[in-house]
């Protein structure tokens, strides 16, 4: 697979979702794989970051909604990056690895410059990173083989797109234990 197509397959749906706008075992949890969880409060940390930065086609701020599955898309990019690692025996990305992914994902550019937002953003980071770095391994079509338990108010995921698809609910967010 080409840089380019990869480019395309990791950053372009993060970006066109920032732009357009299974059950989980807890409402307390956001998205979980292999038994690690990310918190609807991290989310709501990092996607506050996010919305500050989101708009839709038509410029308007970006809704509540949007600004959470995106940052969720990106911690799964992220939760999946950590799962291929493990199931490789490699290595994570180093430093210069993530810094060349992210100067690539030029897309996500906003992002990255929005603290809260750009933790979230790592995880798209850390899976472009990683199929740089492991050239010769099938490292999308294996992360679309991966997929992590989201939270239905937010939709569902997609493996073929690396994102979570879909609107859910999100009028009642299970912030609680």
Sequence with gaps: MSKRSLLAK???PVAVLALFAGCSPSPATAIELDGVK???STI?????GCRT????ADG???????ARRLTVSMVGNGMIADKLVAQYGVAAPTSDQLAE???RMTNLKPAFDQSSCNQAA?????????????????????AEAISPVVNPR??????????VDGTGSLSELGLGA
């Excluded at 308007?60 to 949007?66: A, I, L, N, Y």
């Excluded at 899976?127 to 492991?134: P, R, V």
């Design 53 to 56: 930065i989101m708009r839709s």
């Design 101 to 103: 992914a992210q100067a």
């Design 38 to 40: 990310v918190s609807e």
């Design 60 to 66: 308007t701020p970006s809704t509540e909604g949007d």
């Design 10 to 12: 990791v950053g372009a």
């Design 122 to 142: 790592q995880g798209a980071v850390k899976l472009m990173a990683l199929a740089l770095s492991q050239a010769d391994r099938p490292v999308l079509r294996d």
């Design 44 to 48: 709501g940390d990092y996607a506050e």
């Design 154 to 163: 937010y939709g569902t995921w997609n493996p073929e797109l690396l994102t």
